[in-house]
């Protein structure tokens, strides 16, 4: 069971648009279309911003969107806000257990 | 109002066990597959174990696989966590988590502390 691949961090200027990267096998991101992203703020619980990929649950604005490519997921948020500073998770089911990526922490410059 | 409270964590010597509690209210919780989520200090999330509505499937991560027991009482709306053989590196935030699908987790508590110390 390893983790799913995360750059450490990622940054942009307000109004830019940033790209996470995921990456993990084909038995896991490449094998399933349940792949999840969440964003915590510090001192708090994550929360759930794209799931299946690229569903967006209500409330998550959509300047939030997730893709998938082979064994790689992406989280692409447009329109940077200095409220989307946060670190960012990706999750993939891997065959009845779950993986989370280490972690990006986005900066906004 | 839907939430999620953790409890039960506290501070205790490796080799010993506590029993982690997590109250659902708010909406269906016989319904809803649970998770337990943790987050050691300063690092990121990782996947502990899953129940799914009825208790009938139950699955672990390798590093808690044989140490931690996950259940639930449809009954008290609520789930637990029985942790054993606790080492240092089980200290953790650890949060209950409802899944919508397999991944994703859309209602956190707010988590309770275990600190594994001597």
């Known amino acids: 069971q390893s983790a799913l691949t995360q750059p450490p961090s990622a940054s942009g200027s307000p109004g830019q648009s940033v790209t996470i990267s995921c990456t993990g096998t084909?038995?896991?991101?490449?094998?399933?279309?349940?792949v999840s992203w969440y964003q915590q703020h510090p001192g708090q619980a994550p929360k759930l911003m794209i799931y299946e990929v690229t569903k967006r649950p209500s409330g998550v604005p959509d300047r939030f969107s997730g893709s998938k490519s082979g064994n790689t997921a992406s989280l692409t948020v447009s329109g940077l806000q200095g409220e989307d500073e946060a670190d960012y998770y990706c999750?993939?089911?891997?065959?009845?257990?779950?993986?989370f990526g280490g972690g990006t922490k986005l900066t906004v410059l | 109002e839907v939430q999620l409270v953790e409890s039960g964590g506290g501070l205790v010597k490796p080799g010993g066990s506590l029993r982690l509690s997590c109250a659902a209210s708010g909406f269906t919780f016989s319904s809803s597959d649970m998770n337990w989520v943790r987050q050691a200090p300063g690092k990121g999330l990782e996947w502990v174990s899953a129940i799914n509505k009825d208790g009938s499937h139950i699955s672990y991560g390798d590093s808690v696989k044989g140490r931690f027991t996950i259940s639930r009482d449809n009954a008290k709306n609520s789930l637990y966590l029985q942790v054993n053989s606790l080492r240092a590196e089980d200290t953790a935030v650890y949060y209950c988590?409802?899944?919508?699908?397999?991944?994703?987790?859309?209602?956190w508590g707010q988590g309770t502390m275990v600190t594994v110390s001597s």
């Open positions: 084909s038995s896991d991101i490449g094998g399933y279309n349940y």
């Open positions: 988590a409802r899944g919508i699908v397999p991944a994703a987790f859309d209602m």
């Open positions: 999750s993939s089911y891997a065959g009845y257990i779950n993986l």
